[in-house]
């Protein structure tokens, strides 16, 4: 148990990076159709052009490790949604309506805004260096 205690705060940062980087890779191909071959969004279109820049900029924030949390509640937000407007009303359970990815993202993000970005992202290092500014603004100052 103490293995997987002590290496906590790095699979957490691995999980939000894989995370990030699917849902990214996700709003890139649907705003320009560069992975999949498929068609892009319509600029400005609702939803899907919309879903699009949310899934590759806060999905890019996610990846990165910045504003995590709140770039987190955007994605889970946005994919309860996709969920409940376009896969639930075809029928109830997931694997059938073809919401399990939208399901799925849903969760994983509004599970990392509650367990953080982990050690490896730029909200720690953020928190990292304003930690060491105040050590050295108090050191200064006696």
Not at 105 to 111: D, H, I, K, T
Not at 119 to 139: F, H, P, T, Y
């Amino acid at each position: 148990m103490h293995l997987i205690d002590r290496n906590r705060e790095y699979v957490v940062s691995l999980f939000r990076m894989v995370v990030g980087l699917l849902f990214a890779f996700h709003g890139i191909d649907l705003l320009f159709g560069v992975i999949t071959g498929g068609r892009p969004a319509v600029f400005g279109h609702w939803p899907g052009w919309w879903a699009a820049v949310i899934e590759t900029v806060a999905g890019g924030l996610v990846l990165a490790g910045l504003f995590t949390r709140v770039a987190a509640v955007i994605c889970s937000g946005s994919m309860a949604y996709a969920y409940f407007t376009v896969h639930q009303p075809k029928t109830l359970f997931p694997m059938v309506n073809g919401g399990e990815p939208a399901a799925l993202f849903c969760w994983a993000f509004l599970l990392l805004v509650f367990i953080g970005p982990g050690l490896w992202s730029l909200d720690a290092l953020v928190r990292r260096a304003g930690a060491n500014s105040s050590a050295m603004d108090s050191s200064l100052s006696h």
